[in-house]
T-cell receptor, first 123, second 114 residues
Framework: AQTVTQSQPEMSVQEAETVTLSCTYDTSENNYYLFWYKQPPSRQMILVIRQEAYKQQNATENRFSVNFQKAAKSFSLKISDSQLGDTAMYFCAFMKPYANLAYSGAGSYQLTFGKGTKLSVIP | EAQVTQNPRYLITVTGKKLTVTCSQNMNHEYMSWYRQDPGLGLRQIYYSMNVEVTDKGDVPEGYKVSRKEKRNFPLILESPSPNQTSLYFC?????????????FGPGTRLLVL
């Protein structure tokens, strides 16, 4: 089974500064996807960024970027120019494709989450 | 607007009283899934469905049932709820193939079982 570890339960950052959230995972798969989700106080889950394991280039999305180290099984999220609206819980997630032999279609996808990092942006 | 909807958003019930949480998506997604979120445990997958009439267990399926009779709907059924099923529940959907593996989450359903 896959495991996802977020070693920082809570973090804080000054507004406009940069912060990095860490995530490590354990898997024997070679083909998989990694995600960062944001959960603000509204509790809705919002996709921040995704990374395909077969891509060496790190994904970026505006102020959000990742440092994907496949050999080290590390997937950290960097938030630049932090804003008050970035205050939220952040979850790292791992998705592997695998085949369901009872279904003749393409493989299915199971998502495993870390326990989350609570980020507070301080004015 | 593309979205995943869940109902109800909040529910208080008593032990043993059957309940259903509905989930619906308007994106024609083939893959749908249910998660529960508990403090200190993150999100854990309960059940998922790869298409109509195709469902399978996730990591924590005990005490839950699902059905997928239509592509857009994926209800979660608690036949005999117990207090340990008090949690925040999320439904999610995604395309099964291609590059759209990204899962879209509903707003969540907060359940309290007394």
């Amino acid at each position: 089974a896959q495991t996802v570890t977020q070693s920082q339960p809570e973090m804080s950052v000054q507004e406009a500064e940069t912060v990095t959230l860490s995530c490590t995972y354990d898997t024997s798969e070679n083909n998989y996807y990694l995600f960062w989700y944001k959960q603000p106080p509204s509790r809705q889950m919002i996709l921040v960024i995704r990374q395909e394991a077969y891509k060496q280039q790190n994904a970026t999305e505006n102020r959000f970027s990742v440092n994907f180290q496949k050999a080290a099984k590390s997937f950290s999220l960097k938030i630049s120019d932090s804003q008050l609206g970035d205050t939220a819980m952040y979850f790292c997630a791992f998705m592997k494709p695998y085949a369901n032999l009872a279904y003749s279609g393409a493989g299915s996808y199971q998502l495993t989450f870390g326990k989350g990092t609570k980020l507070s942006v301080i004015p | 607007e593309a979205q995943v909807t869940q109902n109800p958003r909040y529910l208080i019930t008593v032990t043993g009283k059957k309940l259903t949480v509905t989930c619906s998506q308007n994106m024609n997604h083939e893959y749908m899934s249910w998660y529960r979120q508990d403090p200190g445990l993150g999100l854990r997958q309960i059940y998922y469905s790869m298409n109509v009439e195709v469902t399978d267990k996730g990591d924590v399926p005990e005490g839950y049932k699902v059905s997928r009779k239509e592509k857009r709907n994926f209800p979660l059924i608690l036949e005999s709820p117990s207090p340990n099923q008090t949690s925040l529940y999320f439904c999610a959907s995604s395309q099964k193939q291609g590059v759209q593996e990204t899962q879209y989450f509903g707003p969540g359903t907060r359940l309290l079982v007394l």
